[in-house]
């Protein structure tokens, strides 16, 4: 048994939106042009331009580097860099104007919408329906066909072929706002449904909006310039990009600077907005902002400064050496497991204990490398199965560990089981994965594996679906899967969380009859000394990441070191303690402040 220092845990580290967004690289490149293209169109009226709608027919379609015109002159002599930084200020406040109108109105039918139901969401949706039947490019030309050629008429076009696109996205995340605790919190304490609506509902809702508004500016623009292009749009004087691009095709042959310059622009606007509009969308994405922004690596990163030894002799069934897991917040890596060691032996149950956050699950999906990376990373210690080292083992190597030398079980089986897919199939999945078996034959296992789990009338519920068993039967199936492939370990996470009391002592009893009948090393992992005492050989105590506490299970309980075990141990109730539980518990815990 032994009684660890606890140092104290470092403080994290968390990156701002600007360091996230910084991150990205292509958000930032992205950023940095159009801030640049932004900078140029605002100081158009101080820098030195000629006037961008003075014609000079002698100088007429001059190339780029002509004297006096940097980028030449279109085929009325005008000079293309003024009339280029005009009309790109002309583009970015019909397109940003566009964008606001399309999200006020389209953010206000979704959230009424939304949250009203019933027939108000169904006419509005209905007509938002009417417009979408329409390609939105015919019907922006519809439409200022209708009002009149002009650039007013454009943004207006532009604004309401959009509308739907924001109705769509905010009334689905609104109906799935409008009944939780916060807004029936506010419906019962007299607020009305307006005050309800834009205090409570729209401050959630608006990240949606902006996230939404980022990644549309872009194509709003290049819709413009499309109808400017058709001479739908901007008119003679006035000038933007698409009405250059499509005024200079006549001369594209001859003269092809005069269109490939504003096409250029175009790529370039459009294509920074886009960028920095995803890299917006993933900073306001709260499962992003943990981490890098990267795409998630197949198999744990694994950052150790000395190796461990590949193999260990007449080691058990599973050792684990200082393992140290941490999450790369951007600045540096915060610790989630400290250097921890354990063993387990074949046919023994060691309990992980502690509580929430204290690290047990990510020790748990460390051992086969199951941490998300990034931002997970292993960052020193070995984990030896049968004595041989895995983390360092080639990714195919490892993935042949998992399900069969190494099983899981997983609290919420929910999560974990495929809700498409027949309890049977993806039983029968594991045994094929990992064997070379018929289809019949994994199928004929599976059954015979739902039966010794305890699954009545195996055969019939092979074929249902996960949501159509109980909580004890998902678990009794997640069971069935680790098991497939007869593996010398099996960790469960705490596997009975979830169920009610009775549930969880025929899956602990069943636990138990397995560990005996095929000799299986167990890694129990659970909060609950109740649990521990009625299963485990040995008990492993967690804290702040670090094992505080190890021994004899019948040991621990009867003599613990650490506070915090015996806080842990005061928690557990005893029949007919009554009110003298609690002020043991309260008493502890007032020591533990002290």
Not at 64 to 91: E, F, K
Not at 169 to 189: K, P, Q, Y
Not at 371 to 399: D, F, K
Request: glycine share 10%.
């Amino acid at each position: 048994m032994t009684d660890m220092t606890l140092s104290a845990p470092e403080p994290r580290k968390r990156r701002s939106n600007w360091q996230l967004l910084m991150a990205n690289r292509l958000a930032a490149a992205g950023l940095f042009l159009f801030g640049f293209i932004v900078i140029l169109a605002v100081l158009a009226p101080v820098l030195p331009l000629p006037d961008p709608d003075i014609t000079d027919q002698p100088n007429r379609l001059l190339p780029p580097l002509a004297d006096g015109h940097l980028l030449g002159t279109d085929h009325l002599g005008r000079d293309i860099l003024s009339r280029l930084i005009w009309g790109t200020q002309v583009s970015l406040i019909v397109g940003i104007s566009a964008t606001a109108l399309a999200a006020i109105f389209g953010s206000l039918i979704g959230l009424v919408a939304g949250y009203s139901r019933g027939a108000t969401d169904s006419v509005l949706m209905r007509f938002v329906d009417m417009l979408m039947a329409f390609p939105y490019i015919l019907l922006a030309i519809a439409i200022v066909a209708a009002l009149g050629p002009g650039l007013l008429n454009a943004l207006y076009a532009i604004a309401i072929v959009n509308i739907p696109f924001f109705a769509r996205n905010i009334r689905g995340v609104t109906v799935s706002i409008r009944n939780r605790e916060f807004v029936d919190a506010a419906r019962l304490s007299g607020k009305s449904h307006p005050a309800i609506l834009f205090t409570e509902v729209l401050p959630n809702v608006l990240p949606v909006i902006v996230i939404t508004m980022s990644t549309t500016v872009g194509w709003m623009i290049l819709e413009t310039a499309g109808l400017s292009f058709l001479g739908l749009g901007a008119q003679p004087p006035t000038s933007d990009l698409g009405s250059m691009l499509g005024q200079a095709r006549a001369q594209l042959f001859t003269a092809p600077h005069a269109s490939i310059i504003p096409g250029i622009m175009i790529f370039a606007l459009v294509m920074s907005i886009n960028l920095l509009g995803d890299g917006i969308r993933d900073v306001l994405d709260p499962r992003l902002r943990s981490g890098a922004l990267d795409r998630p690596m197949p198999v744990t990163k694994i950052a150790r400064r000395t190796k461990p030894a590949a193999t260990l002799e007449d080691a058990p069934a599973l050792v684990v050496d200082q393992l140290a897991t941490g999450f790369d917040d951007g600045k540096a890596i915060t610790p989630a497991v400290r250097n921890i060691s354990f063993r387990l032996g074949k046919g023994e149950c060691l309990g992980l204990i502690g509580e929430s956050g204290s690290g047990k699950s990510v020790t748990a999906l460390s051992l086969m490398g199951l941490v998300a990376s990034p931002p997970g990373v292993i960052t020193a210690g070995g984990v030896y199965v049968g004595g041989r080292e895995v983390l360092s083992l080639r990714e195919q190597e490892l993935i042949g560990l998992r399900g069969g030398r190494v099983a899981y079980v997983f609290q919420d089986p929910l999560t974990t089981l495929h809700p498409l897919f027949r309890v049977g199939e993806q039983i029968a999945e594991a045994i094929l994965v990992h064997e070379s078996v018929g289809k019949s034959e994994a199928r004929s296992r599976a059954i015979e594996l739902m039966e010794t789990v305890g699954i009545r009338d195996a055969q019939s519920r092979a074929s249902a679906y996960p949501h159509e068993l109980s909580g004890g039967q998902r678990q009794r199936i997640g069971i069935a899967m680790a098991l497939a492939n007869d593996p010398d370990i099996i960790i469960a996470d705490e596997p009975t969380t979830a169920l009610d009391v009775t549930v969880q002592a025929r899956i602990l009893e069943l636990l138990q009859n397995l560990r005996k009948e095929r000799g299986l090393a167990l890694l129990l992992i659970t909060h609950d000394f109740g649990v521990v005492a009625q299963v485990c050989d040995r008990v492993a105590v967690m804290k702040d990441g670090e094992i505080v506490e190890q021994g004899e299970t019948t040991a621990v309980l009867r003599d613990p070191q650490h506070d915090y075990t015996k806080r842990l141990i005061a928690c557990v109730p005893e029949l007919g303690e009554g009110q003298a539980f609690l002020d043991r518990v309260r008493t502890l815990f007032q020591e533990a402040r002290t």
